[in-house]
């Protein structure tokens, strides 16, 4: 049995999370950590306000669906600690990966960040990134809840430089008048993104392609939190065995 705490255990993702371990066969729910909440997590675990739960009960996996500032403080507890981290949190920058990369090189634990955690939505970016060479323009249209803070996602932004880096042709934007200003949305290495955020929503992506005559869209929606579990915990069974920092599903699914 895999025994497994969870990082911000108390909000939307975390308690998903929390539920999806309980369930796995051979996976057991022993912390769940969340400052701001109280209560239980599902297999009547008490949330607890501090990191240092998860090492009184033995957790050998900490995931993290928190925001950007917990999840740095977070991993470096988990590199300090020898616990491996599974993290959902988006934002972070080159650089900062770079130095988490060096900091659970030294560790004995490992790490895995992905942007998204749905399987479609690994091989939506896959996709983009095989199509992005025959194609000279493209743009990105991300959709997500009213509560998600940053625009555009890291999806998104993690799609367009996959896409950046399989090809550098891309025709310059048009557009020499803009009326609203942010109409043509902002840009990632030179690809437009849209960032939409509404009411009713959870995540989606669509991925426009364009060149002589023809266009190509590649879209995922996600309908509901559960579509992450399955990529959580695949990445819950894989840390162990994946040394250092590894960044996107990718490695784990072997395209």
């Not at 929390?18 to 051979?26: F, H, L, N, S």
């Not at 983009?128 to 009213?146: K, Q």
């Not at 009326?179 to 437009?192: F, M, W």
Request: with cysteine; proline share 4%; glycine share 10%.
């Amino acid at each position: 049995m895999i025994r497994v705490g969870v990082f911000g255990a108390g909000g939307r993702m975390g308690s998903t999370v929390c539920r999806a371990v309980t369930e796995a066969p051979d996976m057991e729910l022993v912390a769940a950590v969340d400052p701001g909440a109280a209560g239980t997590a599902p297999g009547d675990v008490a949330l607890a306000a501090e990191a240092h739960q998860l090492e009184a009960a033995g957790a050998e996996v900490a995931v993290d669906f928190t925001v950007l500032d917990a999840a740095r403080e977070n991993l470096r507890w988990c590199a300090e600690h020898g616990v491996h981290a599974v993290v959902g949190t988006t934002g972070f920058g080159e650089r900062e990966l770079a130095e988490l990369a060096e900091l659970f090189e030294r560790s004995s634990a490992n790490a895995i960040i992905a942007p998204n955690f749905a399987i479609g939505a690994v091989l939506m970016m896959r996709f983009s990134e095989m199509a992005a060479p025959f194609f000279e323009t493209a743009e990105i249209i991300e959709l997500h809840h009213d509560h998600k803070a940053d625009a555009p996602s890291g999806t998104a932004a993690r799609t367009a430089q996959r896409m950046a880096a399989a090809s550098k042709d891309w025709a310059d934007d048009p557009t020499t008048t803009v009326i609203a200003e942010g109409a043509r949305g902002g840009t990632i290495e030179g690809i437009p993104i849209h960032s939409v955020r509404m009411r009713g929503m959870v995540a989606h992506q669509e991925v426009l392609l364009g060149t002589e005559g023809q266009t190509l869209s590649i879209r995922h929606d996600s309908y509901d939190r559960s579509s992450f579990m399955p990529g959580v915990l695949l990445a819950v069974r894989k840390v162990a065995d994946t040394p250092g920092l590894t960044v996107g599903l990718d490695a784990l699914l072997r395209f």
